[in-house]
């Protein structure tokens, strides 16, 4: 018997069934629930041509065609789906869980599989979910700072000591500036890093504090859920107030490539701000492997560019908390002391 399930169900439950997505390879692409596998009921090319019939036809003559084009893979649907899951269990979905996973989800069951669950009102309903959670009141602390400040190490740290933290940049696959894409995999859509940030958020504690950083709204090519984005704006930013000869010791540290050429690709981007004369310096340091200065140029135009921002918010949201290096043991101490002194309703945990 086919079963129906709603996703805040599915997710309440622990995710016990493995997804099968029988939407378009496309649909898939643009986003998709993380972990799912994609067992295309049609291709991008066959989609198009039911959706035309559909739209210039009539709906009996597209549920038509889609039987004709589907009736050729029946078997492959159900080896690839015993593929992904030998026990033959499984939830299944589409857009808004109409005939496509219907029918698949039937065809199933009736050759070989034990359970399968329906996903009620398909992918769209996961949506819903995902956007409201977004909506949602957050206990943030933001965590600010120059870029080169280390805060990404400040993340991690207070990650493995057992807070919750929310690592933007991990998710998007990108450091966030000019130079942010270089030796990082390719960065999801814009809903599938909605979708993945869902899973980090889902399952933590609202009303404890969440760690994140201080970014703009778009994280390279992706785009940050707007709800989210205003909450870290409204939210105090712990602003971690490092020296710029510190901060470039840290990049170059990192940046310090063999192969030059994605670092001065990325010059060539910010060249119309930096200016003829400071890129063409610039590519002539880089020619010579000398980071550490390459930095502290770079540095300058940041520095400028986040300050413009910094001013922009109210300041009265604004915590400076002064550092003398990148050292992020140190550093960490020195934000866990200013949130324990300060007059907030964070509850933060006796650690030192």
């Not at 015993?82 to 033959?88: E, V, Y």
């Not at 929310?166 to 909605?194: C, M, N, R, W, Y």
């Not at 200016?275 to 400028?304: M, N, P, Q």
Request: glycine letters at 8%.
């Amino acid at each position: 018997m086919l079963q129906v399930t709603t996703i805040s169900e599915y997710y309440k439950q622990g995710k016990l069934l493995p997804i099968i997505d029988v939407r378009s390879p496309g649909e898939y692409e643009k986003g998709h629930i993380p972990g799912a596998y994609n067992v295309p009921l049609f291709t991008n090319e066959e989609r198009a041509r039911v959706g035309t019939v559909y739209k210039q036809k009539s709906r009996e003559q597209a549920v038509e065609l889609g039987t004709a084009l589907v009736a050729p893979k029946l078997q492959f649907y159900v080896e690839e789906s015993f593929n992904i899951t030998p026990t033959g269990r499984a939830l299944v979905h589409c857009w808004r869980g109409g005939m496509r996973s219907q029918a698949f989800a039937q065809h199933l069951l009736d050759n070989g599989f034990k359970e399968v669950c329906l996903l009620k009102n398909g992918y769209k309903s996961y949506r819903r979910m995902v956007i409201k959670l977004f909506q949602k009141p957050w206990n943030l602390v933001v965590i600010g700072g120059y870029t080169g400040s280390g805060k990404t190490h400040i993340l991690h740290q207070l990650y493995d000591m057992g807070y919750q933290v929310i690592d933007l940049e991990g998710v998007a696959h990108h450091k966030g500036s000019a130079f942010g894409g270089i030796g990082q995999i390719q960065q999801p859509t814009s809903e599938q890093f909605e979708n993945n940030l869902f899973e980090e958020y889902w399952k933590m504690d609202a009303t404890q504090p969440v760690f994140i950083e201080d970014e703009s709204l778009n994280i390279g090519k992706v785009n940050m859920p707007v709800a989210l984005f205003q909450q870290i704006r409204n939210s105090i930013d712990y602003f971690l107030e490092v020296p710029r000869e510190e901060r470039a010791k840290l990049l170059a540290s990192e940046y310090s490539f063999q192969n030059v050429e994605p670092l001065k690709a990325a010059v060539l981007r910010i060249s119309k701000k930096l200016g003829g004369l400071e890129t063409k310096k610039i590519l002539g340091l880089l020619d010579e492997r000398r980071f550490y200065e390459v930095a502290l140029d770079v540095l300058h135009y940041y520095d400028k560019s986040y300050l413009k921002g910094l001013q922009n918010r109210d300041s009265s949201k604004t915590v400076i908390i002064p550092c003398s290096s990148t050292n992020t043991s140190e550093n960490v101490e020195r934000i866990i002391a200013r949130l324990k002194s300060s007059h907030t309703s964070l509850k933060i945990k006796e650690i030192f």
